[in-house]
């Protein structure tokens, strides 16, 4: 039925389980760590909404918080004083962010942010890693051709070449693509976006170093650097990757945890930078559900949440004795596979690696994955339905969840 109402039965393409195999799972309720599906059937969630949901599904404050804004009104469409309370919020965490644009999705961030370095710079070309995913706009659909560092091919139909020609990759850890790309493109580029933990190729951390020569690089030619910290912001640590490592860029795009589970997104950072932004400055960009109540009441509760003592300490215990159980099941039942974590962020792979790149992480056995995914399925272990995504934990994950992973997750790999 739903496969006649929408493209593939889907509102995002991962959703449709092509990558693993089998149905689509239709999903009726949350709460905390769990999920239930629409026959009752319950899982431990390793999604998360594909992150938001880092205090848990459902949080009871954040959800009285916004039935009391929700009798104020869904959408003002004019300033409301919740989103100075938030940009507040935002702009002391964030070392990069001295000001804010809230918009209502990561993807709407990332195109923001791109016009924002190009209006800046006057410059055209961009720089982003195979492998990185930036949202759905035109600029940002690219891979590298095989072997062709610099092959700016459109990745999908629809995409003109035009809209790509600017755009320029490189394999993400690869200092000396990236010095190349500068010396060949001298003064001509923009800005350099990345994630800077990758989480759209499963997930692949920086190597030491790598980040600050990226600071380097783009300082020296006098380019941008961008994070996209949609999926890391306020999840590595309460100032994002940028804290985590120590390396400020010139921009942030954030989205997810800042919503709390309800739309949004953000692009922030140099005052001397956003004051381009219109109507402060001629760059234009708007949005009529931008800063609407509900999202900035989420996000600011799941940003007290995240403020309390010991919150990252815990994410990163738990999240790292899942990935050891899992990776020490592996090993003990003769799979190859590598993987890691940074606080409440994870992947493993299905080969012996190291992945330190998106072409490292295509070495995984895709088809292994799918049988893994599907046998915890079956153990009502609900983790992202591709071999080339991240996963995530929450505060509401207790050690019992845990456990009940690493033994559903032992019996599967020895099964497979």
């Given at each position: 039925?739903?496969?006649?109402?929408?493209?593939?039965?889907?509102?995002?393409?991962?959703?449709?389980?092509?990558?693993?195999?089998?149905?689509?799972?239709?999903?009726?309720?949350?709460?905390?760590?769990?999920?239930?599906?629409?026959?009752?059937?319950?899982?431990?969630?390793?999604?998360?909404?594909?992150?938001?949901?880092?205090?848990?599904?459902?949080?009871?404050?954040?959800n009285a918080a916004l039935i009391e804004?929700?009798?104020?009104?869904?959408?003002?469409?004019?300033?409301?004083?919740?989103?100075?309370?938030?940009?507040?919020?935002?702009?002391?965490?964030?070392?990069?962010?001295?000001?804010?644009?809230?918009?209502?999705?990561?993807?709407?961030?990332?195109?923001?942010?791109?016009?924002?370095?190009?209006?800046?710079?006057?410059?055209?070309?961009?720089?982003?890693?195979?492998?990185?995913?930036?949202?759905?706009?035109?600029?940002?659909?690219?891979?590298?051709?095989?072997?062709?560092?610099?092959?700016?091919?459109?990745?999908?139909?629809?995409?003109?070449?035009?809209?790509?020609?600017?755009?320029?990759?490189?394999?993400?850890?690869?200092?000396?693509?990236?010095?190349k790309l500068f010396e060949e493109n001298?003064?001509?580029?923009?800005?350099?976006?990345?994630?800077?933990?990758?989480?759209?190729?499963?997930?692949?951390?920086?190597?030491?170093?790598?980040?600050?020569?990226?600071?380097?690089?783009?300082?020296?030619?006098?380019?941008?650097?961008?994070?996209?910290?949609?999926?890391?912001?306020?999840?590595?640590?309460?100032?994002?990757?940028?804290?985590?490592?120590?390396?400020?860029?010139?921009?942030?795009?954030?989205?997810?945890?800042?919503?709390?589970?309800?739309?949004?997104?953000?692009?922030?950072?140099?005052?001397?930078?956003?004051?381009?932004?219109?109507?402060?400055?001629?760059?234009?960009?708007?949005?009529?559900?931008?800063?609407?109540?509900?999202?900035?009441?989420?996000?600011?509760?799941?940003?007290?949440?995240?403020?309390?003592?010991?919150?990252?300490?815990?994410?990163?215990?738990?999240?790292?004795?899942?990935?050891?159980?899992?990776?020490?099941?592996?090993?003990?039942?003769?799979?190859?596979?590598?993987?890691?974590?940074?606080?409440?962020?994870?992947?493993?792979?299905?080969?012996?690696?190291?992945?330190?790149?998106?072409?490292?992480?295509?070495?995984?056995?895709?088809?292994?994955?799918?049988?893994?995914?599907?046998?915890?399925?079956?153990?009502?272990?609900?983790?992202?339905?591709?071999?080339?995504?991240?996963?995530?934990?929450s505060l509401a994950h207790t050690s019992?969840?845990?456990?009940?992973?690493?033994?559903?997750?032992?019996?599967?790999?020895?099964?497979?």
């Amino acid at each position: 039925m739903t496969l006649e109402l929408m493209p593939g039965g889907v509102n995002s393409p991962v959703r449709a389980f092509k990558s693993v195999g089998g149905q689509p799972i239709v999903f009726d309720s949350v709460k905390g760590s769990r999920m239930w599906d629409v026959d009752g059937n319950e899982y431990i969630d390793y999604v998360g909404s594909w992150g938001p949901a880092i205090i848990g599904h459902a949080d009871d404050t954040v959800n009285a918080a916004l039935i009391e804004t929700l009798k104020k009104g869904t959408s003002f469409g004019a300033p409301c004083v919740l989103e100075n309370v938030l940009a507040e919020m935002v702009i002391s965490a964030v070392p990069s962010i001295e000001m804010v644009r809230f918009v209502n999705s990561g993807t709407e961030a990332c195109m923001g942010a791109l016009r924002l370095v190009r209006a800046f710079t006057g410059r055209e070309k961009i720089l982003k890693f195979e492998g990185c995913y930036h949202g759905h706009a035109d600029s940002f659909l690219v891979k590298a051709g095989s072997g062709v560092a610099t092959l700016g091919l459109p990745d999908s139909p629809g995409v003109p070449k035009g809209a790509t020609s600017e755009t320029l990759t490189a394999p993400y850890n690869d200092v000396e693509a990236v010095k190349k790309l500068f010396e060949e493109n001298k003064g001509q580029i923009a800005a350099v976006f990345l994630e800077p933990v990758v989480g759209n190729a499963g997930f692949i951390p920086p190597q030491p170093g790598f980040l600050n020569a990226l600071r380097d690089l783009t300082k020296q030619d006098g380019a941008l650097l961008v994070f996209d910290e949609v999926m890391t912001g306020f999840r590595l640590a309460y100032g994002g990757a940028q804290e985590y490592f120590g390396i400020t860029p010139d921009v942030s795009t954030l989205g997810k945890i800042i919503g709390g589970g309800l739309p949004v997104g953000a692009y922030g950072g140099r005052k001397d930078i956003m004051e381009m932004v219109a109507p402060a400055g001629p760059m234009y960009q708007a949005g009529t559900l931008s800063g609407n109540p509900l999202a900035m009441t989420a996000g600011i509760h799941t940003l007290k949440r995240l403020m309390e003592p010991g919150t990252y300490d815990y994410l990163d215990k738990i999240t790292g004795d899942l990935v050891r159980g899992v990776l020490d099941a592996g090993a003990k039942t003769g799979h190859e596979m590598c993987g890691g974590h940074i606080r409440g962020m994870f992947g493993f792979f299905f080969t012996a690696g190291p992945v330190h790149n998106f072409g490292d992480a295509k070495k995984s056995d895709t088809a292994k994955f799918g049988r893994f995914y599907r046998g915890m399925l079956e153990e009502g272990v609900y983790l992202a339905p591709s071999q080339f995504e991240a996963g995530f934990t929450s505060l509401a994950h207790t050690s019992q969840d845990i456990e009940k992973t690493v033994e559903a997750a032992a019996k599967v790999l020895r099964q497979i």
